[in-house]
Nanobody
Framework: RFSWQASGGGLVQTGGSLTLSCVVS????????IGWFRQAPGKEREGVSC????????YYSDSVMGRFTISSDIAKNTAYLRMSSLRPEDTAVYYCAAGRISDYECAQNAQGANYGMAYWGKGTLVTVSS
């Protein structure tokens, strides 16, 4: 049975840092692209970052470029999102997702598309206070 749970969210002040984790059970994601998405209250879900398995490329939305870093540990079946220089507008529920997609689709997902992310985890809330 598949299970995919994000954790590491919480309350942080502007300028602070958090690292989100997503641990998978039930399948191995070494052949899957990993994506992070977020949804702020009253807004649509948006892409944050995507890690491609095809070429190892890391893609980010314009709003988080230079502040967030995506990574994974295949041996631990865990994906990470390191977030720094957090801003109030980063406040959202963050979700991890996985899918067998191309580099192009991964890059597009980081900009808000939703190509082929077959597995979605439960989200974790990040709140950035001003």
């Amino acid at each position: 049975r598949f299970s995919w749970q994000a954790s590491g969210g919480g309350l942080v002040q502007t300028g602070g840092s958090l690292t989100l984790s997503c641990v998978v059970s039930g399948f191995s994601f070494d052949d899957y692209a990993i994506g992070w998405f977020r949804q702020a209250p009253g807004k649509e879900r948006e892409g944050v970052s995507c890690l491609s398995r095809r070429n190892g490329g890391r893609y980010y939305s314009d709003s988080v470029m230079g502040r967030f870093t995506i990574s994974s540990d295949i041996a631990k079946n865990t994906a990470y999102l390191r977030m720094s220089s957090l801003r109030p507008e980063d406040t959202a529920v963050y979700y991890c997702a996985a899918g067998r997609i191309s580099d192009y689709e991964c890059a597009q997902n980081a900009q808000g598309a939703n190509y082929g992310m077959a597995y979605w985890g439960k989200g974790t809330l990040v709140t950035v206070s001003s």
